[in-house]
């Protein structure tokens, strides 16, 4: 098990059930932004010490973020190829990048697969975590924070919430433990059908780099 344990959340489950399901048909585009200040990311600790703020350490926005090109990947098909910029807009006393805008392109058995944008931060106040796919018969929208997914369709304007859940902050974690002492206990059975294995983990790697 590779440790991509927003898979684990109800709420991007069901997005991902609902996508593949074509409850919006074919999507053509998607959007998707999370961020967070780096100062505030974990309470008591020094952001300078810490592995994030560190290129020595593997910090930076695209390798501490890649949560997001692992649920793109799983939810939208492999990643054919990206277009990026990336850099140091802030003050933080750190030797990485802080903010990514990415392009990013599917592989999939369409004439015109989806294209997805991405923004990640370590510079906003706020903290948003959120995913917009954009199809042929309408919208859906997944918020992490809010544990919610919203679906406006084709001849309605108005967006109606289909899901709501809203697990302990260590509930995600929690569930893919069990998932991989499960299969630790019984190394003959499938599986753990939602983990993210090595070969979709170095997949994210290869974007990345």
């Not at 998607?30 to 505030?40: A, D, F, I, P």
């Not at 069990?178 to 190394?187: D, E, K, N, S």
Request: with cysteine.
């Amino acid at each position: 098990h590779v440790g991509y344990n927003l898979r684990y959340l109800p709420s991007l489950q069901f997005f991902r059930e609902r996508i593949q399901q074509g409850f919006i048909g074919r999507v053509r585009s998607v959007r998707c932004e999370v961020g967070q200040s780096l100062e505030s990311w974990r309470t008591g600790a020094d952001y300078r010490q810490g592995v994030s703020a560190q290129r020595s350490l593997g910090g930076g926005v695209l390798l501490e973020l890649s949560h997001e090109l692992d649920y793109l990947a799983w939810i939208f098909g492999r990643i054919d190829w990206v277009g990026a910029w990336f850099g140091r807009q802030s003050d933080l006393e750190i030797d990485v990048e802080d903010t990514a805008h990415l392009m990013l392109g599917f592989q999939r058995g369409e004439a015109s697969p989806p294209v997805a944008s991405v923004g990640m931060d370590f510079i906003r106040h706020d903290t948003p975590r959120r995913c917009v796919a954009i199809g042929e018969n309408g919208s859906l929208a997944w918020d992490a924070v809010k544990g919610t997914v919203g679906a406006c369709v084709k001849g309605n304007a108005e967006w109606q919430l289909m899901h709501q859940s809203s697990p302990e902050r260590d509930f995600s974690y929690m569930a893919q433990w069990h998932g991989f002492l499960a299969v630790a206990a019984h190394p003959n059975k499938d599986p753990d059908p939602v983990a993210a294995d090595i070969e979709q983990a170095l997949h994210v790697l290869d974007v990345v780099e």
